[in-house]
C-alpha cells in the first residue's frame, strides 16, 4: 500500500473538516464518497462519448452499406501475384 494522502492547503483542510462534521462522517468516508461520486460521473460522461462514437460509426456503415455495388466484386487473384505479392 502507498503512504497515506497528505493535504497541505489548510483552507481544503478546513472545508473537508467543516464538510465531515456537518455530515456526520469522517474525513476518510466524506473523500472516499466524493471520490466515488467524481469517479461514477466520470465514468458516465466516458460511457457517453464512447456510445456516441460508436453511434455514429454504425450510421457510416449503414451508409456504406446502403450503396449500390458498381462492377464486378475483386478477389484475391484480383489483387495478389502467385506469389501472394500485390499487383
Given at each position: 500500500?502507498?503512504?497515506?494522502v497528505q493535504?497541505?492547503?489548510a483552507?481544503?483542510v478546513?472545508?473537508?473538516?467543516?464538510l465531515?462534521?456537518?455530515?456526520?462522517?469522517?474525513?476518510?468516508?466524506?473523500?472516499d464518497?466524493m471520490?466515488?461520486?467524481?469517479?461514477?460521473?466520470?465514468a458516465?460522461?466516458?460511457?457517453?462519448?464512447?456510445?456516441?462514437?460508436?453511434?455514429?460509426?454504425?450510421?457510416i456503415v449503414a451508409?456504406?452499406?446502403?450503396?449500390?455495388?458498381?462492377g464486378?466484386?475483386?478477389t484475391?487473384?484480383?489483387l495478389?501475384?502467385?506469389?501472394g505479392?500485390?499487383k
Open positions: 500500500m502507498n503512504a497515506p493535504i497541505r492547503k483552507e481544503v478546513e472545508r473537508l473538516r467543516r465531515a462534521n456537518l455530515e456526520g462522517k469522517s474525513i476518510t468516508d466524506l473523500v464518497e471520490v466515488r461520486e467524481r469517479d461514477e460521473r466520470l458516465r460522461v466516458r460511457d457517453a462519448e464512447i456510445e456516441r462514437k460508436m453511434a455514429q460509426v454504425r450510421e451508409h456504406f452499406q446502403s450503396l449500390p455495388i458498381v464486378p466484386l475483386l484475391d487473384d484480383d495478389y501475384d502467385e506469389d505479392l500485390p
